[in-house]
């Protein structure tokens, strides 16, 4: 048996300590039947135990704890799930076993044919039986049908990891953990401590954020990929989807071009008006026969009121363009 994951490896990925027996039994059918379900590729290998470690709590569980709650006592009468229609405790015979865990007696069934299809030899009567499916190898196994009968590995090549929950979970929920189960055993398996995505993300220049966000995700998916040689020509292959962050460009209000050419006609209209107002009022202290000395006194401040006004709305003028320059900028 070709090892493609160690148990040292499972404990380092793990948050808290595991359940070891569960552990191995998940390790025991991944080393063993992984390369047939092309989960010796080490970037598939980590979407597939990201949900399981998720799913099982790093380990710790490997079937359905009973209450039973509400929803496990109309679990009895779930047509849906291969049970009888009668309260008749099928409910609780075939409540979740393994670490994605098989519920109900259709599921039960159907892991069953998978079985004796895809591994052959002696399969257990787990329909009569549904606790052997918490036997060797049997338990492990049972994740790896669920991988292979949804077609995981189609959207593990992608680093889709929403989509692979959606179709483990049924919605998102635990997608945050999900994540970081991801994280965790990406890193492991590129040789980093599976806290450390802080150094991962500085030696690949990302943002050192310690977030296995969109970016980081995708520069894991990549490493793990290239592990494999020739695995990223493979048109099936691309690296993990970006969540491109669009940049939020806040309005501003600009100065339009038509409001400057209105502002400079119209202090052009006043100097024109004050210095005809001026002049009309010269011509008429002339004709009114005013002393020169008086006439060439008016005639100055007719002339320095309209330099000011022409100063004046060069200056608003100015002003405008500036307010414009600072508004775009």
Same mark, same amino acid.
């Given at each position: 048996? %070709?090892?493609?994951?160690? /148990? !040292?490896?499972?404990? @380092?990925?793990?948050?808290?300590?595991?359940?070891?027996?569960?552990?191995?039994?998940?390790?025991?059918? @991944?080393?063993?039947?992984?390369?047939?379900?092309?989960?010796?590729?080490? #970037?598939?290998?980590?979407?597939?135990? /990201? !949900?399981?470690?998720?799913?099982?709590?790093?380990?710790?569980?490997?079937?359905?704890?009973?209450?039973?709650?509400?929803?496990?006592?109309?679990?009895?009468?779930?047509?849906?799930?291969?049970? =009888?229609?009668?309260?008749?405790?099928?409910?609780?015979?075939? /409540?979740?076993?393994?670490?994605?865990?098989?519920?109900?007696?259709?599921? =039960?069934?159907?892991?069953?044919?998978?079985?004796?299809?895809?591994?052959?030899?002696?399969?257990?009567?787990?329909?009569?039986?549904?606790?052997?499916?918490?036997?060797?190898?049997?338990?492990?196994?049972?994740?790896?049908?669920?991988?292979?009968?949804?077609?995981?590995?189609?959207?593990?090549?992608?680093?889709?990891?929403? =989509?692979?929950?959606?179709?483990?979970?049924?919605?998102?929920?635990?997608?945050?953990?999900?994540?970081?189960?991801?994280?965790?055993?990406?890193?492991?398996?590129?040789?980093?401590?599976?806290?450390?995505?802080?150094?991962?993300? /500085?030696?690949?220049? @990302?943002?050192?954020?310690?977030?296995?966000?969109?970016?980081?995700?995708?520069?894991? #998916?990549?490493?793990?990929?290239? @592990?494999?040689?020739?695995?990223?020509?493979?048109?099936?292959?691309?690296?993990?989807?970006?969540?491109?962050?669009?940049?939020?460009?806040?309005?501003?209000?600009?100065?339009?071009?038509?409001?400057?050419?209105?502002?400079?006609?119209?202090? %052009?209209?006043?100097?024109?008006?004050?210095?005809?107002?001026?002049?009309?009022?010269?011509?008429?202290?002339?004709?009114?026969?005013?002393?020169?000395?008086?006439?060439?006194?008016?005639?100055?401040?007719?002339?320095?009121?309209?330099?000011?006004?022409?100063?004046?709305?060069?200056?608003?003028?100015?002003?405008?363009?500036?307010?414009?320059?600072?508004?775009?900028?």
């Amino acid at each position: 048996m %070709n090892e493609i994951i160690s /148990a !040292q490896q499972l404990r @380092l990925a793990a948050k808290g300590k595991v359940n070891e027996s569960n552990m191995n039994s998940v390790l025991v059918a @991944l080393n063993t039947y992984g390369k047939k379900f092309g989960l010796d590729k080490p #970037h598939r290998m980590a979407h597939f135990l /990201a !949900q399981i470690m998720h799913e099982s709590g790093s380990f710790r569980f490997d079937r359905e704890i009973w209450g039973p709650t509400k929803a496990q006592q109309g679990y009895d009468t779930r047509v849906d799930l291969g049970n =009888t229609p009668a309260r008749d405790g099928d409910g609780k015979k075939y /409540a979740g076993h393994g670490p994605i865990q098989v519920t109900g007696k259709a599921n =039960t069934r159907e892991f069953m044919a998978w079985c004796k299809k895809e591994i052959g030899g002696a399969v257990p009567d787990f329909v009569t039986s549904p606790e052997l499916i918490n036997t060797d190898p049997w338990e492990g196994l049972s994740a790896l049908c669920y991988w292979d009968t949804r077609n995981l590995n189609k959207w593990a090549d992608v680093g889709d990891l929403e =989509t692979i929950t959606k179709k483990i979970n049924g919605g998102k929920n635990g997608l945050a953990d999900r994540m970081e189960y991801y994280g965790r055993i990406a890193l492991v398996l590129l040789g980093y401590k599976p806290d450390n995505v802080l150094q991962f993300q /500085a030696d690949r220049r @990302l943002e050192v954020d310690g977030d296995v966000g969109p970016r980081t995700r995708a520069a894991l #998916h990549g490493e793990l990929v290239a @592990l494999v040689p020739g695995e990223m020509a493979k048109p099936s292959v691309q690296v993990a989807p970006v969540v491109e962050q669009t940049t939020v460009v806040e309005e501003k209000p600009v100065v339009p071009v038509k409001v400057e050419k209105e502002v400079r006609q119209k202090t %052009n209209w006043i100097s024109g008006i004050f210095g005809g107002l001026f002049g009309a009022g010269g011509l008429s202290a002339w004709f009114a026969g005013m002393d020169k000395d008086s006439l060439i006194l008016v005639a100055g401040i007719a002339v320095v009121v309209i330099i000011v006004m022409l100063l004046g709305g060069e200056w608003i003028i100015r002003r405008v363009r500036s307010i414009k320059q600072a508004v775009e900028e």
